[in-house]
C-alpha cells in the first residue's frame, strides 16, 4: 500500500479517509478503475482538498497520472450542457472528473448518471440522450463528486456512489491546520492557543481564513508575537465574535435571550431572517456549540443563556 503519509502529507486528521483513499490508489495502479467515490462533509470540511490530493497520486498501469476535469455541480445548468461541455472534455482528456457541490446537479442528468455509474463489471457503458448514444469507457476515465448536502441527491443515485465520509475535526487537528498556515511568522504564546481554539466554528476552511487574516494583521501592525491581548486586539477589530459566531447567528442568541422560547415562525419574524435562511444557514453551528435546542420550539441552552447575558 502507497504510503499514507507521503499521499496526503499536508492533510490533518481524517485518518479513516486517508487509509481508505490509498487502498483505491493501490488498486488503481493495477486495474485503471475505481469506484465512484462521493466525498460527504460539512461547508469547509476539506472534501475539494482531499479529492484533489487523491486525484494527484493516482497513477494508471503505464505509470501516467490522469489529469483534473474539476467542475462546480450548480454550473451544469441541465444534461445539454453536461453532454455539450462537460462530457467531451472529460472524454478526450481520459480525465478524472471531479464534480464539487454535487447535489445541485439537476434532476435531469442525476436520472442518466443511474445508467453510467451502475455497478457493473463491464467498464463501458452507453447511453442516449436526445436519440444521440454517449460511451463511458471507465478503463480511460474516472470519477468522483463531493456535497454538502447529499439529501438533495436522488436516493438510487446515492446507492452507486460509495461515501467517503469525513469525521469531525478534533480542536487539535484545526489549530494545527491553523498554525501551520501561519508559517511561523510570529511567535503565539502558548497561553493563547485556548483563546483561539474557542473561536474555530469546526472545520478547516475556517481555520485557514482565520490564519490568514491574523497573517495580514500582525504584518500591519509589524508584531512579532501574539500575546492574548494581541488576540484580543485582533478579534475586536476584525470581528471575530464568541464561538466564531456571525453577526446573524449571535443576533438569533441574542433575540431568544431577551424573548425565550420561540417558534422558527416567530425567530424569522423578530430577526428579520428567512426561515429557511434559519434553518439552512444559522442553526446546525448553534446547536453544534451546544448554544441551542430544538423541541417543538427554537430555545437557547445554559450555555446559549449565559451567552446572552454576557452580550445583553
Known amino acids: 500500500m502507497q504510503k499514507i503519509n507521503e499521499v496526503f502529507k499536508d492533510a490533518i486528521g481524517q485518518d ?4 481508505t483513499l490509498s487502498v483505491y490508489i493501490d488498486a488503481y495502479k493495477k486495474t485503471n ?13 476539506g472534501k475539494t482538498f482531499f479529492a484533489r490530493k487523491f486525484r494527484e497520486a493516482l497513477q494508471r498501469t503505464d505509470g501516467s497520472t490522469p489529469p483534473m476535469l474539476e467542475v462546480n455541480g450548480k454550473t451544469i445548468k441541465n444534461a445539454n450542457s453536461f453532454f455539450e461541455q462537460v462530457y467531451p472534455v472529460w472524454i478526450q482528456n481520459k480525465a478524472h472528473l471531479f464534480i464539487d457541490e454535487g447535489h445541485n446537479l439537476p434532476n435531469e442528468l442525476q436520472q442518466i448518471f443511474l445508467s453510467v455509474f451502475n455497478v457493473d463489471k463491464n467498464p463501458i457503458r452507453t447511453v442516449e440522450h436526445d436519440t444521440i448514444p454517449y460511451t463511458f469507457d471507465f478503463r480511460e476515465i474516472s470519477f468522483c463528486m463531493a456535497t454538502t448536502d447529499q439529501q438533495k441527491l436522488a436516493e438510487p443515485l446515492r446507492d452507486r456512489l460509495r461515501d467517503i465520509a469525513f469525521e469531525e475535526y478534533s480542536n487539535d487537528n484545526l489549530y494545527t491546520i491553523f498554525y501551520d498556515n501561519m508559517e ?18 469546526g472545520n478547516p476552511r475556517d481555520a485557514v481564513v482565520k490564519a490568514e487574516d491574523l ?10 508575537e501574539i500575546t492574548k491581548y494581541v488576540w484580543q486586539d485582533f478579534c475586536k477589530t476584525m470581528g471575530i465574535l464568541k464561538y466564531g459566531l456571525t453577526a446573524s447567528e449571535m443576533s438569533i442568541i441574542k433575540t431568544l435571550g431577551e424573548r425565550g422560547a ?12 428567512q426561515k429557511g435562511a434559519i434553518q439552512k444557514d444559522y442553526e446546525a453551528i448553534l446547536i453544534k456549540k451546544n448554544l ?10 445554559k450555555k446559549g443563556l449565559d451567552l446572552a447575558k454576557a452580550i445583553a
Do not use: H
Open 16 to 19: 479513516s479517509v486517508k487509509k
Open 33 to 45: 478503475r475505481m469506484p465512484f467515490l462521493n466525498f460527504t462533509t460539512q461547508k469547509g470540511g
Open 184 to 201: 511561523n511568522k510570529a511567535d503565539i504564546k502558548p497561553s493563547v492557543k485556548e483563546d483561539i481554539v474557542s473561536t474555530f466554528r
Open 215 to 224: 497573517k495580514t494583521f500582525v504584518s500591519a501592525r509589524s508584531l512579532k
Open 262 to 273: 420561540m417558534s422558527l415562525t416567530g425567530l424569522s419574524s423578530i430577526t428579520g431572517f
Open 292 to 301: 441551542m435546542k430544538i423541541d417543538s420550539k427554537r430555545e437557547l441552552t
